[in-house]
């Protein structure tokens, strides 16, 4: 089983428009980190948001927010009035603390999210 | 940007011949991670270096090695190349157990 499971390969959507983007994962670690990056087309991996498993609360940064729930192990990002510029490939990552010591992060296959004008 | 550096940006290489890649942190984090991103896949862990000390190590053969320096940078060694390698290969600074920061990745392609 994976990880890290985000189902959606390819979202494509129209300007302003909203849009989720799902990620689901698995850990039997009662201390973890979740994050979301976002992939442009140039490559590098853009840092968005990082929650430790202790805080729930919901966060919003601009257009962006991101749903916490540990009751159904989903960290689900939302951008609001979507723009052309959002256009990337979104991934999910769950750290957990490996064998040698350190938190190591484990990546979703990504979505890809297109935004059309 | 994040003020991590890789190099070279694009490499081509031959099955079997020896790649080295190399990455500068950030200023201030002590830990470097490698990844490699097949295409359309998510990054997987290769292994991770903290104060010159590999602590963490993904499902990759031996003959994926590395190496930290004392100003952190780091190098990623890529013996007997094989086809399979051919991916992008991304590598991250962070304080250590913190947000990791990636670099703009080198592009290797293996023929």
């Known amino acids: 089983a994976q990880k890290v499971t985000q189902a959606q390969t390819e979202i494509s959507v129209v300007e302003k428009e909203d849009v989720t983007l799902d990620c689901v994962y698995e850990?039997?670690?009662?201390?973890?980190?979740l994050f979301w990056y976002k992939q442009p087309p140039s490559g590098e991996l853009v840092f968005l948001i990082r929650?430790?498993?202790?805080?729930?609360q919901n966060e919003i940064s601009g257009r962006y927010s991101w749903n916490f729930q540990k009751s159904t192990s989903s960290f689900n990002f939302t951008i609001t009035a979507s723009q052309v510029v959002d256009s990337a490939v979104y991934f999910c990552?769950?750290?957990?603390?490996?064998?040698?010591?350190?938190?190591?992060?484990?990546f979703g296959r990504g979505t890809s999210l297109i935004v059309h004008p | 940007e994040t003020g991590v550096t890789q190099s070279p940006t694009h490499l081509i290489k031959t099955r079997g011949q020896q790649v080295t890649l190399r990455c500068s942190s950030q200023?201030?984090?002590?830990?470097v991670s490698w990844y490699q991103q097949a295409l359309g896949q998510g990054p997987q862990f290769i292994f991770q270096?903290?104060?010159?000390?590999?602590?963490g190590r993904g499902n990759f053969p031996p003959r994926f090695s590395g190496l930290q320096f004392p100003n952190y940078s780091s190098e990623l060694n890529v013996n007997a190349l094989e086809l399979d390698d051919s991916a992008l290969y991304l590598c991250?600074?962070?304080?250590?157990?913190?947000?990791?920061?990636f670099g703009p990745g080198t592009r290797l392609t293996v023929l």
């Open positions: 991250a600074s962070s304080p250590a157990d913190d947000t990791q920061y």
């Open positions: 850990t039997r670690d009662t201390t973890y980190y």
């Open positions: 929650r430790n498993s202790f805080d729930e």
């Open positions: 990552a769950l750290s957990e603390r490996g064998t040698g010591g350190s938190y190591i992060p484990t």
């Open positions: 200023s201030g984090h002590n830990t």
């Open positions: 270096y903290y104060r010159e000390e590999e602590n």
